[in-house]
């Protein structure tokens, strides 16, 4: 059974950083990412990363504060997430697929699987 676990969410001040867990397990991925929905907003794309060669592709407003990383020997892809702004308040997903599609990755039709969601609150 296919499952994505996040965690690291919760309240920050603006200016500061949080940094996300997404825990897989059940099978690899090609590409895990990030996505994330304000209320009264559709869901958006962050960022993701190829699971094997590492390259990544970011959303433009956070390119430079945030980071997208992995660690293979855990299943576990992580979100660095400096210099907040109120604008990233949302619920951010994790989601995991089956190939890196480069600049398509932005789709979620991309992905299989997603986690429940972790809430990440800036404060301004």
């Known amino acids: 059974q296919v499952q994505l676990v996040e965690s690291g969410g919760g309240l920050v001040q603006a200016g500061g950083s949080l940094r996300l867990s997404c825990a897989a397990s059940?099978?690899?991925?090609?590409?895990m990412g990030w996505f994330r929905q304000a209320p009264g907003k559709e869901r958006e794309f962050v960022v993701a990363?190829?699971?094997?060669?590492?390259?990544?592709y970011y959303r433009d407003s956070v390119k430079g504060r945030f980071t997208i990383s992995r660690d293979k020997s855990k299943n576990t892809v992580y979100l660095q997430m400096n210099s907040l702004k109120a604008e990233d308040t949302a619920v951010y997903y994790c989601?995991?697929?089956?190939?890196?599609?480069?600049?398509?990755?932005?789709?979620?039709?991309?992905?299989?699987?997603w986690g429940q969601g972790t809430q990440v609150t800036v404060s301004s």
């Open positions: 990363i190829s699971w094997s060669g590492g390259s990544t």
């Open positions: 059940g099978r690899t991925f090609s590409v």
């Open positions: 989601a995991a697929g089956a190939f890196w599609a480069g600049p398509g990755v932005e789709f979620s039709d991309e992905y299989d699987y």
